[in-house]
């Protein structure tokens, strides 16, 4: 699986009410979380996310409290990757679940960019920026599954097919 789009870069601990606010969560609406995704700390995220972004952060991406719903609203508001030093175990597994790729990468705040247009090979973990490869963690085994079949509910239809 290779992705490619330009960066939107936060910083450190980015949790989940941050992602999706909780006075959004009675909602269901894919669409709906996209419009308030991340903002707290960027009003216009929505905006910017709709042509296909992908994340860059720091540690602890997606800490806090194990709602869905923040993986919900990174895709649906346009995120195609998201790039981090390191995530909150509990949101990875909601990502992959929701068939939204994660890459970690160890100083990707030091080395990548606002703006920057990155390419990422989600099963190396390769990422290509500014000429340059850097080497993160890619997915692989059964959850590059659950992400080639958009989701564990398409990947549990194809395997019980």
């Known amino acids: ?84 030093e390191s995530f909150a175990r509990i949101f990875y597994r909601n990502c992959i679940n929701n068939g939204l790729p994660l890459i970690t990468l160890p100083n990707a705040t030091k080395e990548i960019n606002e703006g920057d247009i990155v390419k990422v090979n989600v099963e190396t973990g390769e990422v290509q920026v500014n000429g340059r490869t850097l080497k993160g963690k890619g997915i692989s085994g059964m959850a590059l599954d659950i992400l080639k079949s958009g989701g564990i509910m398409e990947y549990l239809k194809k395997v019980s097919a």
């Open 1 to 84: 699986m290779i992705v490619e789009g330009p960066v939107l870069k936060y910083g450190d601990k980015i949790d989940t009410d941050i992602i999706i606010p909780a006075r959004h969560l009675k909602y269901t609406d894919p669409a709906y979380l996209a419009q308030h995704a991340m903002e707290p700390i960027d009003p216009e995220f929505y905006k910017k996310a709709s042509k296909g972004v992908i994340i860059v952060a720091g540690k602890v991406f997606g800490m806090g409290s194990s709602r869905e719903q923040a993986a919900i609203a990174l895709k649906a508001a346009g995120v195609k990757v998201v790039i981090a």
